[in-house]
């Protein structure tokens, strides 16, 4: 049985001072949610600082990004042992905005993926179609391209370790959920590839989380479908009564 994880992705949002507070309103309502993994993702500089806000208590901290590296003469860029050394559990790999802003390749998210399960960090490796993909039928090509280029090399033990996030780019920020149906079925092919490349009970114990404009009035449906294992938040993980909202949602 795979645990639900809803995981807030701040972006480039907050202060200091509003994440914060945002961890605080979090960790103040999590009691009802003990059968839901919660995780914050904030910007990197205020790590530190959420880090002492969720230590102790069931909410999880990742990462928004990190380089494959170890150390070194690398400008700007922070490791997985960095990430490690102060909370962070879990680093999201592979967005869409850094796919198609900041021009990430599937390469460059297979290295960083592979760095991340070597340092003990759970990947969570986003893929996801644009809306012309969508339109021409590609949707589920796109989706296998991105699985298998930003997979390569992980073992069949590390990706049970592994949580794929599945975010139509066309969702993520504009309002227009995916319909549960159309989410399912990408979801039911992300398994369907699992189990082909690894086994059956491997594939079984990988959670693949739905991005793309959830929020606590929408997440309950998306959430009921047998493989949509949790949420992956963008806009909605910003108030912590509309996050706590989308966790009763993954409790049912
Ligand atoms: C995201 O950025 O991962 C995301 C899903 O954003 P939003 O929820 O705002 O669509």
């Known amino acids: 049985m795979r645990r639900k994880l809803i995981a807030g992705n701040w972006k480039m949002n907050t202060d200091r001072a509003s994440a914060v507070a945002l961890a605080k309103g979090i960790v103040g309502g999590v009691d009802k949610y003990k059968a839901v993994d919660l995780l914050v993702c904030p910007p990197a500089v205020y790590l530190t600082f959420v880090a002492e806000v969720v230590r102790g208590t069931s909410v999880a901290l990742g990462a928004q990004n990190m380089y494959h590296e170890g150390n070194g003469a690398f400008t700007g860029e922070l490791s997985a042992a960095m990430l490690k050394d102060v909370g962070c559990s879990h680093v999201i790999l592979g967005h869409s905005e850094r796919r198609h802003i900041l021009g990430e390749t ?22 996801g179609e644009l809306l012309a993909e969508r339109e021409a039928n590609k949707t589920a090509a796109v989706i296998r391209s991105q699985f298998e280029g930003s997979l ?12 794929i996030a ?54 309950g449906e998306l959430l009921a479908q047998p493989n949509i294992d949790g949420a992956l938040v963008g806009g909605a993980s910003l108030k912590a009564d509309e996050f706590l909202g989308i966790a009763a949602g993954a409790v049912g």
Do not use: F
Not at 154 to 159: P, R
Not at 171 to 186: D, L, N
């Open 152 to 163: 390569a090399g992980v073992s069949a033990e590390q990706i049970e370790k592994v949580v």
């Open 106 to 127: 599937d390469a460059a998210v297979n290295k960083k993926t592979l760095a991340a399960l070597a340092a003990g960090l759970v990947p969570i490796v986003c893929v």
């Open 166 to 219: 599945y975010e139509p780019v066309w969702a993520i920020g504009t309002g227009k959920v995916a319909t549960p149906q159309q989410a399912e079925e990408v979801h039911a092919d992300l398994r369907k590839l699992l189990t082909e490349r690894y086994n059956g009970q491997s594939a079984a114990k990988v959670r693949i989380l739905y991005g793309g404009s959830v929020k606590a009035s929408n997440a």
